[in-house]
């Protein structure tokens, strides 16, 4: 496999950047007027006028178009995890830069006087996306890809660049770099595949196992359907399903004999021609992987936020459903077979409707689908009063199906209603009664002992499970997960149900009033929506189009919230009852927020590139119970019509300056919206 180069200067003028590698007889050009790509050998020369930027380039991340110019996207900044995986040096990345392609506009953007309102945001969506992101690159090794995939297509990979290989589930940065895929140069040693999700890899602290044997944890988010907790649910029409993540866990046991610890898999692969070695090569290493997945319901639904701290649950009965559910399931066959279903939701009050629509669902289809087993877990009442030891149930449950997988023969499929917190307690349960099965087969547990039983073991695997779930959940639900102190101390505690409080509490605010522009950055970055280059037809995306009344309610709340605290806090000059005072405000204070929880839709943060419209006033077959947020007329809520929704800019149905990718970020065809 090529490498990527790691170390690259970059050269700027004002016809083109040219990108030189540290160590190599080649360059990568982009020229500034045109956008084409050149891949020169021996390397371009560089002219006397060319500026050189200041910092070592650790990556391209690819090249994004805005309302105004194209930009390249370069790493600055990158930091080296402690311990190798395979033997590769993995990386997390930082620091990126926007540099506009466009000669007219300064490469550091310092002159803002050059920059629309409309590109200037479409910039700081970009940049908040780059800054708050988890990415992860190894220049080596595909860390986009399972172990088991690799070992099957191990000799196509030997002479493959990197970018040629990756999983395109998770080639993160796929839709940004296709320009320079897709340019027809030589690229393979500039185009890094970059991971959104989490990397692990910790020694293993056991006295019955050699040094340097290591376990691994590795989360892969699709870029498929990316998106917040609340703006992405269910299916779309192509089957991809939102926070959909691949979870492996890698067992890197270490054997001090030549040829390897008897029994485990990927033993005896060898060197190719190019003196690339592969993962597997090495004899002296037992490689164990074991492999789950997570994602949203394979149904159309949506919750819809209204202010309230229950969204409103909308489950959409289309024609089309079944079809995209077995679309959904025939991918995942195809990629793992057979497959395990687990689903954790309620079987009664807010979450019942939709656990007996998956239900009903998932019996008319797997009828058809032998190699597809549905599994209910009903996890809030099995493990009521906090009795978390229950989830063994489940594991009695689908024991043989979990030694099945534990010989890479299929996966399981978890989800709850976010597929976070559930979810992921779950998913660690399952992941430690498969490592122990594997460190019998290695002789690192004897029979009857436990990983729990091993203080420091547990410690690392309770740890490394507990911070991938925060992590996937700060990234979709804008917070650390719920129930993680079971996760890390094995047991559940008053003070981690006090910490889950506050957790929700932030995800509240987030998803109700900070998460519409969280959504565009995964919508422009995936390539959902490409803006046309044209800012000035693009306004609503910076101004607020709702009516005055709407717009002022907030400030007439803060403001009579303020004169009530004032009147119970600052001195008083006279002996004059404050009664009509203080009734006066709180009147005040109580019509604006009645106004505000009324119409509490319009006050919701909603992402303004994709509409959500469709979902918002769906009213068709299925199931909706409430219509909270719209106002006092539901008749004109469900028509849309709503005169406080109607002008609020995210939900208008005006033509956009996009073009959509109707099934999810990085697909052909585009759609435009008009």
Not at 362 to 382: C, G, I, K, Q
Not at 505 to 511: G, T
Not at 582 to 610: E, K
Not at 652 to 658: D, F, H
């Amino acid at each position: 496999m090529r490498p990527v180069y790691d170390k690259l200067t970059l050269y700027i003028t004002n016809e083109a950047f040219t990108f030189i590698p540290d160590h190599g007889r080649d360059s990568l050009t982009i020229t500034r007027a045109t956008g084409q790509v050149a891949f020169e050998q021996p390397a371009a020369q560089i002219p006397r006028t060319a500026r050189r930027h200041p910092k070592t380039v650790h990556a391209i991340y690819g090249i994004i178009s805005l309302s105004q110019s194209e930009y390249l996207i370069i790493a600055t900044g990158r930091t080296l995890y402690p311990a190798p995986l395979l033997g590769h040096k993995v990386y997390r990345l930082h620091d990126f830069e926007l540099i506009p392609i466009n000669p007219l506009m300064s490469p550091d953007l310092t002159n803002n006087n050059q920059v629309h309102p409309v590109e200037a945001h479409l910039q700081a969506l970009v940049k908040s996306h780059l800054s708050n992101g988890v990415f992860w690159a190894s220049y080596t090794c595909d860390i986009t890809t399972r172990l088991q995939a690799q070992w099957e297509t191990r000799e196509q990979r030997a002479h493959s660049a990197l970018y040629e290989v990756a999983d395109d589930r998770f080639f993160w940065n796929k839709f940004p770099a296709s320009k320079l895929i897709e340019s027809g140069a030589n690229v393979g040693s500039y185009v890094l595949p970059i991971l959104y999700g989490t990397v692990s890899i910790h020694e293993i602290p056991l006295s019955s196992l050699p040094r340097k044997s290591y376990l691994a944890l590795i989360s892969r988010r699709s870029r498929y359907r990316a998106g917040t907790r609340y703006f992405r649910r269910g299916i779309d029409s192509e089957g991809h399903v939102a926070n959909f993540v691949e979870s492996e866990q890698i067992l890197l046991a270490k054997n001090e004999q030549e040829g390897g610890i008897p029994g485990s898999p990927f033993i005896g692969a060898h060197d190719f021609d190019d003196g690339w070695r592969d993962p597997f090569s090495d004899p002296t290493y037992a490689k164990l992987s074991f492999v789950q997945i997570r994602g949203s319901i394979p149904l159309f639904w949506a919750e819809i936020n209204t202010l309230r701290y229950k969204p409103d649950l909308v489950v959409m009965q289309l024609e089309e459903t079944m079809g995209v559910l077995r679309a959904h399931l025939d991918e995942q066959l195809k990629l793992y077979s057979p497959l395990d279903l687990i689903n954790l939701v309620n079987h009664k009050g807010h979450e019942g409707p939709i656990k007996e629509a998956y239900d009903k669902a998932m019996a008319e289809v797997s009828a058809t689908l032998p190699n597809v087993r549905y599994e209910y877990f009903d996890f809030h009442n099995e493990c009521k009063n906090m009795r978390w030891d229950r989830i063994s149930v489940l594991i009695d449950r689908i024991k043989d199906d979990i030694e099945r997988v534990g010989l890479q023969n299929g996966v399981l499929r978890t989800n709850c209603m976010d597929n976070l917190d559930r979810t992921n307690v779950v998913q660690a349960a399952l992941a430690k009664y498969v490592l122990q099965k594997q460190l019998y087969n290695i002789g690192g547990l004897v029979k009857g002992e436990g990983v729990d039983d091993n203080e420091a073991l547990s410690a690392v695997f309770r740890n490394m499970w507990a911070d991938h779930g925060d992590q996937i959940a700060r990234a979709y639900g804008g917070s650390g997960a719920l129930k993680s102190d079971f996760t890390r101390t094995n047991k559940r505690t008053r003070k981690g149900a006090v910490e889950d409080g506050v957790k929700s509490v932030l995800r509240y605010v987030k998803n109700n009033f900070l998460d519409g522009p969280r959504q565009d950055a995964f919508d422009l970055m995936t390539g959902v929506y490409v803006p046309r280059q044209n800012p000035s037809s693009a306004m609503f995306l910076v101004t607020d189009r709702r009516d005055v009344v709407t717009r002022s309610m907030p400030a007439v709340a803060g403001f009579s919230f303020f004169m009530i605290c004032a009147g119970l806090t600052l001195p008083r000059t006279s002996d004059y009852s404050l009664l009509y005072y203080f009734l006066l405000w709180f009147t005040w204070f109580l019509v604006a927020m009645t106004f505000i929880f009324v119409h509490g839709i319009c006050y919701v943060s909603w992402p303004r590139l994709v509409s959500v419209k469709d979902a918002v006033f769906y009213d068709g077959p299925g199931f909706r119970k409430y219509w909270h947020g719209m106002g006092l007329d539901t008749k004109k809520a469900k028509s849309g019509v709503n005169s406080g929704l109607e002008k609020a800019a995210l939900l208008k149905s005006k033509p956009m300056i996009m073009m959509e990718k109707w099934a999810g970020g990085g697909n052909d065809g585009d759609k435009r919206v008009d």
